[in-house]
Structure formats: structure tokens, C-alpha cells
């Protein structure tokens, strides 16, 4: 291949113009051949062979045909104005929930009208105790849940409970939980 005298003066200037960037620090001294030559000439390491594994039988899942997993429902708690008195209210979610409720509060309180809440029967009940009418009252409630057999759900004035119970847990929705003193 023969250069034109353009070419050979462009490429003259390229090489003078490379070498004069690269003493001034911008440009390699090497070339883009040489360069890409030593890349050619890195190869990546073998990799070793892989041996397949098989998961542990426990791990295995069966397919049933015709089976679907199905979600837990997600229960909903009425407080019911029939319910009249809060402790009834209580007892009712209890006995749907598996718990076994023991109301130690020397007061009640009065339905004063429908609510719905809806997660766990725990979640419900500390709902209840933070509305307005019982939280700042004169005589507020606290739940402690005692893991019992049938867990124990106790429900005593705030405070009665702070040997056994120091902090309520209220269980919020996706596992977070607020604590309140």
C-alpha cells in the first residue's frame, strides 16, 4: 500500500501529536497496537469444571396436581354496638382468635358505636386501647399477651402490668412493630 504525501504528512502529525500529548501526561506512551496486542495475549483463567449438585431431598418440594397455595385470610375484627361492653367485644375476638382473654380492669368500657380493624387479634386489640376514648381516659387500658396454651391475653388498667408486661408491642402490618410506655 502506498501513502500519498497527505497521508504521510497526517499520520506524521499524529505521531508527533501522540508523542507530545503523552510526554505531557494525557496519553500513554504506547501505542493502541500494542495495546490491544498485550490484551490479546491476557487470557482469562480456566475455569474449573462445576459439578452439578443436587438439592437436599428436604428441600424439594412435590408438586400435587390440581393443588394451589392459597393466602391466609386476612381477618377482620367488628367491634359491634351489641357488643355493649368492651370486655364482650374482647371475649368474642378471643374465643374466634384461640386466645384465652382474662379481663383484670376494675372498670369497663361502654361500646359507643361500630369499628372495624384488620390484621391480627392482637393488632385489634391494641387498636382498640389507643383510641382516643381509652388511651386518655381516666383509667387506660394496657394488653399483655402471656404465651400460654392457649395464649393469654390480660387486660388490666395501664401500668399493672409493668413487672410482667414492661413494653406493649403493638404488631403493625408487614412486621413492624411501635412500642408504647
Known sequence: MKLTDSATLALALV???????AWAGFV????????AAELAQQTPPAAAPVAPVAPAASAVAKAVPGAVATPEPVKTWEVLASDVLLVKTFQRWAKDAGYTLR??????????????WTGSFEYAVFKT??????RYSDYPL?????PNK??????TRKGEQA???PS???PEEAGKSVVQN
Do not use: H, Q
Open 103 to 116: 379481663w383484670d380492669a376494675e372498670k369497663n368500657f361502654l361500646v359507643s358505636g361500630p369499628n372495624t
Open 168 to 170: 406493649v408491642a403493638i
Open 142 to 146: 394496657e394488653a399483655c399477651v402471656y
Open 150 to 155: 392457649p395464649p393469654l391475653m390480660r387486660v
Open 163 to 165: 413487672r410482667d408486661c
Open 129 to 134: 386501647l389507643l383510641t382516643p376514648g381509652i
Open 15 to 21: 505521531s508527533v501529536l501522540a508523542s507530545s500529548l
Open 28 to 35: 500513554d506512551e504506547r501505542t493502541e497496537k500494542v495495546k
